[in-house]
């Protein structure tokens, strides 16, 4: 069975840091990876999407990297701001059209 | 990007009462929806998987005749929770499966049954 852990669980940083979340999984045999965005009370907004042939995926500021025969994947975050204050999840899928497996998330607080 | 919306975002009822969520993919045709709940703090739960005009497989412990789930059109999802109690109060997400096999979600609906 796929577990998928994040941690820690609620990091703190001050404006303007560089920082990476880590996520790891138990089953190396993934479709994709993704990673997403919560913020409180909110649904989920999806960040970035690693197929498991890829190493790596970058959108803006935020770069995602992917090690699938260590079971790791990191969310790197640039140049942290306070907007970027959310819930961070990742999530595997273990073939086409199979489910999403989700970590518990990490709570990113970013300091003004 | 795909959008999915959920209504209604918010919901209170009685005991003992029924209460419907629909979910809606705006802008793409989704042959695959995803239902979750999520408490406080966790991360999310799938609940069941839709696919359009079948019927919908559950995980294991959860009740499909307390939560049907009806995906008649690639447009739309419901989730009823027949009969809700106090323990069914959570924040369920729907999803629509899209391109590359991304899942978009919808904004949540936040159900208190008191």
């Known amino acids: 069975k796929q577990e998928v852990t994040q941690i820690p669980a609620a990091l703190s940083v001050p404006e303007g840091e560089n920082l990476v979340l880590n996520c790891s999984f138990t089953?190396?045999?993934?479709?994709?990876l993704q990673w997403f965005r919560q913020d409180p009370g909110k649904g989920l907004t999806s960040l970035l999407l690693?197929?498991?042939?890829?190493r790596e995926q970058t959108s803006g500021r935020l770069n995602a990297s992917l090690d699938k025969s260590s079971g790791r994947s990191t969310l790197y975050i640039a140049a942290s701001q306070p907007g970027d204050s959310a819930t961070y999840l990742c999530?595997?899928?273990?073939?086409?059209?199979?489910?999403?497996?989700f970590g518990k998330g990490i709570t990113l607080s970013v300091r003004p | 990007g795909a959008v999915v919306s959920q209504h209604p975002s918010r919901v209170i009822c009685k005991s003992g009462t029924s209460v419907k969520i629909e979910c809606r993919s705006l802008?793409?045709?989704?042959?695959?929806m995803f239902w979750y709940r999520q408490f406080p703090k966790q991360s999310l739960m799938l609940m069941a998987t839709?696919?359009?005009?079948?019927?919908?497989?559950?995980e294991q412990g959860v009740e499909k005749d307390k939560f049907l789930i009806n995906h008649a059109s690639l447009t739309l999802s419901t989730l009823t929770v027949t009969s809700a109690h106090p323990e069914d109060s959570s924040f369920y997400i729907c999803s629509g499966r899209g391109e590359l096999d991304t899942q978009y979600f919808g904004p949540g609906t936040r159900l208190t049954v008191l």
């Open positions: 999530a595997v899928s273990s073939g086409a059209n199979s489910k999403l497996t």
């Open positions: 839709s696919n359009e005009g079948s019927k919908a497989t559950y």
């Open positions: 690693i197929q498991s042939s890829q």
């Open positions: 089953d190396s045999a993934i479709y994709n």
């Open positions: 802008d793409f045709q989704a042959t695959t």
